[in-house]
């Protein structure tokens, strides 16, 4: 005998069918920083000590079309003609000056062995060398090139010499989002390795 299913379990049922698959999707989140070992970061020394390269990585200056939690990319057109788009479902894991500030510091300190005293918080040391970056421009059209300008200075403490540059790169991006974080994880390599450069000129 065929068992008779009750037309409020059916109408439940068929609710919470309807219910799921209305769901909003989960944004996903991305980081510049490298993965765990990776590049890691050397651990802060106990004390100031005279073979100690100190670090003052501080925080980055972005546009502010580009200060979002979410990725903005390019939405067809060229040049001036290129508007921009916010995708919802794809969001940095932290502000992006943060974002980009953390990633050059890891990377720099594992480049040149040094502390960053900015990000471990010594307040009471005094940094060699104090270093500021300005994006320009960090754009992308998804699945196929992202950009950016990145100028930087070095400043060497107490005297105050300075050495500046710029950091331009233009680099394939295959993959929607993944391949546009990727990108940008490259140009910040790139960014960090023009730094290094200009604080081991400093140090001859």
């Known amino acids: 005998m065929m068992k008779r299913v009750p037309l409020t379990l059916v109408c439940a049922s068929v609710a919470a069918a309807v219910l799921a698959g209305c769901a909003s999707p989960e944004p996903r989140y991305y980081?510049?920083?490298?993965?765990?070992?990776?590049?890691?970061?050397?651990?802060?020394?106990?004390?100031?000590?005279?073979?100690?390269?100190w670090?003052?990585?501080?925080?980055?200056?972005?546009?502010?079309?580009?200060?979002?939690?979410?990725?903005?990319?390019?939405?067809?057109g060229n040049g001036s003609d290129a508007s921009l788009r916010l995708l919802d479902l794809s969001r940095w894991s932290a502000p992006l000056p943060d974002e980009?500030?953390?990633?050059?510091?890891?990377?720099?300190?594992?480049?040149?062995?040094?502390?960053?005293t900015y990000q471990q918080g010594l307040s009471d040391v005094q940094p060699l060398y104090r270093i500021t970056t300005e994006v320009l421009r960090l754009d992308a059209d998804l699945g196929q090139r992202a950009g950016a300008t990145i100028n930087w200075t070095v400043r060497r403490l107490p005297d105050g010499k300075v050495v500046s540059g710029s950091t331009q790169a233009e680099l394939p991006a295959p993959?929607?989002?993944?391949?546009?974080?990727?990108?940008?994880?490259?140009?910040?390599?790139?960014?960090?390795?023009?730094?290094?450069?200009?604080?081991?000129?400093?140090?001859?």
């Open 100 to 116: 980009l500030r953390d990633a050059l510091s890891q990377r720099l300190q594992a480049t040149l062995g040094a502390v960053d």
């Open 175 to 204: 993959g929607a989002v993944e391949g546009v974080v990727t990108a940008y994880r490259e140009i910040v390599a790139s960014t960090a390795r023009d730094i290094a450069a200009g604080v081991q000129s400093l140090r001859r």
């Open 55 to 76: 670090l003052e990585v501080a925080p980055v200056r972005v546009p502010e079309r580009l200060n979002r939690p979410q990725l903005v990319v390019r939405d067809g």
């Open 31 to 53: 980081t510049l920083a490298q993965g765990p070992g990776a590049m890691a970061a050397p651990a802060p020394a106990a004390a100031p000590s005279t073979d100690t390269l």
